[in-house]
């Protein structure tokens, strides 16, 4: 798990850091997983997270993200928590990575892994 912060000016960009942080805390690599959930704040943001990380798209948010299922406010990070472990569980994968941006140029990681 991490928090990190960048410019606030820079609306949605925090999951950029956080998720490069969590994977080299795990010793982890991009490839090496399986799913990651992404929570938007608009459409727009999350392109740019994608192009940043160079995560292969088909490994995201592959329930659909917070603009299908819902971006409920104080219960996110439990929702993106849930969704990756429902989707780890269904596709057989081990390793994950959940991501949230907050306002104030936020940004928070978490990777889980399955035994």
């Not at 999951?15 to 490839?31: Q, R, S, T």
């Not at 727009?44 to 592959?62: R, T």
């Not at 269904?90 to 035994?115: E, F, H, N, P, Y």
Request: charged share 20%.
């Amino acid at each position: 798990y991490v928090q990190v912060g960048c410019d606030p000016k820079i609306m949605g960009f925090g999951p950029v850091p956080a998720v490069k942080l969590v994977l080299e805390k795990a010793g982890w690599n991009k490839d090496d997983v399986d799913l990651y959930e992404l929570n938007e704040a608009f459409a727009s943001q999350s392109l740019v997270v994608l192009k940043e990380l160079g995560v292969d798209p088909a490994k995201v948010n592959i329930s659909g993200g917070a603009i299908a299922l819902g971006h409920p406010i104080g219960a996110s990070g439990a929702r993106v928590l849930i969704t990756l472990l429902y989707g780890l569980q269904r596709t057989g994968g081990k390793r994950g990575v959940v991501s949230l941006c907050i306002g104030g140029g936020m940004g928070i990681a978490m990777a889980v892994q399955r035994d």
